[in-house]
């Protein structure tokens, strides 16, 4: 348990300076699920539930001081829930939903606390000092990764104590409560990423994709392989289009000179 507690911590190390930096991407619940389902010696739970936790917190974005429930941590618990508990993870994600916002709170109060530190780097860009500045951004770095790492440690190493404790003393109505309301979530959450990218023309192609799923039974997979398709047919047929308008235009550009 040491050792897989000594693991979640450094990737959510990893996952603290992504978030705010460099954004690969390995923050986001679908691959912190992952890993943590491969470090925790359960793959396929941990696939499955970041999955869950992806399209429940899919349009949570963090923007400056506004910080949403950090996904990064959620999703860290809420497989520890699911592979300990063997709880589904709609109900896994009912539960990690507290252990975000509280890990929401504590990032704001790091970030509070490290305002302080840009009136320094001012002093430091108005001196020149560019080893100042750079000595500022990997103290900014390494408190906000020690952050993470911490709370991705105590998660496991604590955490499972309190999952036995939950498994041995909550109610069963209480788990399908924690269900239903995951599964929820997950509406909730492709309805907030719909709402800031609708657009009329993509409308004919949300409901193809409603047909396909609902009358049809295509699978997921089948649907996302059928947009592929599609999107590539359309980006050709855009590029084939515009061709001959490049041409024409730039042959009225020669006549004209």
Not at 79 to 93: D, V
Request: aromatic share 12%.
């Amino acid at each position: 348990m040491l050792m897989e507690a000594i693991l979640v911590g450094a990737w959510a190390f990893l996952c603290g300076i992504d978030k705010f930096d460099i954004f690969t991407g390995i923050h986001r619940p679908l691959i912190t699920g992952t890993v943590v389902g491969l470090i925790m010696g359960d793959l396929q739970t941990g696939l499955i539930a970041g999955a869950t936790f992806e399209l429940a917190w899919l349009g949570l974005m963090s923007n400056a001081g506004i910080q949403p429930p950090d996904t990064t941590i959620g999703a860290i618990v809420g497989t520890m829930f699911a592979i300990k508990l063997n709880m589904s993870p709609e109900a896994a994600l009912g539960f990690a939903v507290p252990f975000a916002l509280a890990m929401q709170t504590l990032v704001i109060f790091l970030f509070t606390s490290c305002a302080p530190l840009m009136a320094k780097a001012d002093e430091y860009a108005d001196n020149g000092d560019l080893k100042g500045i750079d000595r500022l951004l990997y103290i900014g770095l390494s408190a906000r990764g020690m952050l993470y790492a911490v709370v991705g440690f105590s998660s496991i190493y604590f955490g499972v104590s309190g999952a036995q404790f939950i498994e041995a003393n909550l109610p069963e109505n209480i788990v399908k409560g924690m269900s239903i309301a995951g599964g929820m979530m997950s509406a909730v959450g492709f309805a907030m990423l719909l709402r800031a990218m609708f657009n009329v023309t993509i409308l004919p192609y949300f409901f193809l994709g409603f047909v396909l799923a609902t009358y049809f039974n295509m699978p997921i997979l089948g649907v996302a392989l059928v947009f592929t398709c599609i999107a590539v047919l359309d980006y050709m047929n855009n590029n084939k289009n515009s061709g001959p308008t490049q041409t024409s235009n730039a042959q009225v550009f020669d006549d004209e000179l």
